[in-house]
C-alpha cells in the first residue's frame, strides 16, 4: 500500500491526500513552475510553459491546482521549503564553528546549476516585491539562513574559537549581503558563475570577518 502525503491548501489551510504517485506528480509540477519563475519571472509564467517543462498536460495541472496564482504561490512556497530543508541538513552542533560555516558555503556553491539557482532566488525577491502575500515564504528562507549563521558565529564566539571583526550583528549581515550580491551577480551573468571562485571568495571574507583560530 502506498504511503500517503498531504498537500497544504494555499488558503484555507486544509490539507488534501495524495498518494505517492500524485505527490511526486505535484512536485514536478511545483518544481517546473518554480524554474518557469526564474526564467519569465512571477507575472508571465503561462500553463503551457509550465505544462511543456514538467511534461504534465494542463489539464493535469488545473486538477492539483484551481488557478494559474495557486500554483505559482505554491511553487514559491515549495522552493522556500527546499531552501530550508537544505538549511536543516546542515545543522549539527558536533562541527566547529568554522566547519559549519565551511559546511554550508560548500553546500551553496555544489548546486547544478549555480547561474540559473541564484536567477530563481533574484526571480523569488523580484516575485515577493510585486506580490507581498509571498513575503512570509521568502522571510523564513532569510531567518533561517541568518539564524544558521548567527548560531555558528556565537558557538565560536563561546568556544574561543571565532573572534568576529566589531559587533556581531554587523559582521553577519556583511556576511549575507555578500551572498545576496553575488548570486546576483552569478544570475544576471555579471561574473562567471564559478562554484570553486565563490567557494574561495565566501571563505575569504568568512576568515577577515570572523578571524577563526589558526
Known amino acids: 500500500m502506498a504511503a500517503t502525503v498531504f ?4 488558503e484555507a489551510g486544509e490539507r488534501t491526500p495524495l498518494d505517492a504517485v500524485a505527490e511526486e506528480r505535484r512536485r ?3 518544481t ?3 524554474e518557469c519563475i526564474a526564467v519569465h519571472g512571477y507575472d508571465g509564467v503561462r500553463l503551457r510553459e509550465v505544462s511543456k517543462r514538467s511534461g504534465v498536460s494542463v489539464g493535469l495541472i488545473q486538477h492539483y491546482f484551481d488557478t494559474r496564482d495557486e500554483l505559482l504561490a505554491q511553487a514559491i512556497r ?3 521549503e527546499r531552501l530550508l530543508a537544505e538549511f536543516a541538513r546542515h545543522t549539527t ?5 568554522w566547519q559549519r560555516i565551511e559546511g554550508l558555503v560548500d553546500r551553496l556553491c555544489s548546486v547544478d546549476d549555480l547561474q540559473g539557482h541564484s536567477f530563481m ?3 523569488f525577491g523580484a516575485a515577493v516585491s510585486g506580490h507581498p502575500e509571498l513575503r512570509p515564504h521568502l522571510e523564513r528562507v532569510y531567518r533561517s539562513w541568518e539564524a544558521y549563521v548567527r548560531g555558528a558565529i556565537e ?3 563561546e568556544s574561543g574559537e571565532l573572534q568576529p571583526v566589531g559587533e556581531v550583528q554587523d559582521t553577519i549581515a556583511i556576511y549575507l549581503a ?3 550580491g553575488y548570486e546576483y551577480d552569478m544570475g544576471t551573468g555579471l561574473v562567471p558563475a564559478d562554484a570553486d571562485e565563490l567557494r574561495n571568495r565566501a571563505l575569504l571574507l568568512g576568515r577577515a570577518l570572523f578571524r577563526p583560530a589558526a
Open 178 to 180: 555578500f551572498f545576496d
Open 7 to 10: 498537500a497544504d491548501a494555499p
Open 93 to 97: 552542533e558536533d562541527l566547529g564553528a
Open 78 to 80: 515549495h522552493l522556500s
Open 28 to 30: 514536478t509540477i511545483l
Open 155 to 157: 558557538a565560536g564566539i
Open 32 to 34: 517546473a513552475a518554480s
Open 121 to 123: 532566488w533574484i526571480a
